[in-house]
């Protein structure tokens, strides 16, 4: 088995490395002047890769290891975390809605319909809220969690 500052590293490098996956599924939906099927797809391709870059060592590494090294900056890193898993799991909720009206009025197939997001149901603006809402405080409390992360890393395998 490899030693602890070896997984240490892999986790901090593979964790980092799903931070640009973010930042281009983000460009991605940001720069569709219309969100196809095509768009939403290549999207989500961009993305999981970074969600599973992030989570796999989170739950393979960093859970297990919690309890045994508790201490004030392990706990507020992992509120940090937990929290952004909560936002993503928040905006998710106005995802998943979203994705039924849109389907339910063809506009992924045909994407080209003079159709106004709002007028496919009433709920829809407070969907969309709670997409935007969900997602930025999911980068948010990731970016903090991670600049925690670091910090612990640095001075607990690095410098200490």
């Known amino acids: 088995m490899a030693d602890e500052t070896t997984l240490a590293t892999l986790a901090a490098i593979t964790v980092t490395a799903s931070f640009p996956f ?71 909720t106005g995802i ?14 045909d994407p080209d319909q003079t159709v106004s997001l709002d007028d496919l149901h009433e709920n829809m603006g407070a969907w969309r809220g709670r997409l935007r809402v969900g997602v930025f405080g999911y980068v948010v409390f990731w970016i903090l969690a991670w600049l925690l992360g670091i910090y612990r890393y640095l001075s607990g395998y690095v410098l200490g």
């Open 22 to 92: 973010y930042i281009y599924g983000a460009w991605i939906m940001i720069d569709a002047e219309t969100v196809s099927w095509d768009v939403l797809v290549y999207h989500l391709k961009i993305i999981f890769p970074g969600l599973v870059l992030n989570t796999v060592p989170v739950v393979t590494w960093m859970l297990p290891r919690l309890f045994q090294q508790l201490n004030g900056l392990s706990a507020l890193h992992a509120i940090l975390g937990l929290q952004a898993y909560a936002m993503l799991v928040f905006a998710l």
């Open 96 to 109: 998943v809605r979203i994705f039924q009206a849109k389907w339910r009025a063809n506009l992924y197939r």
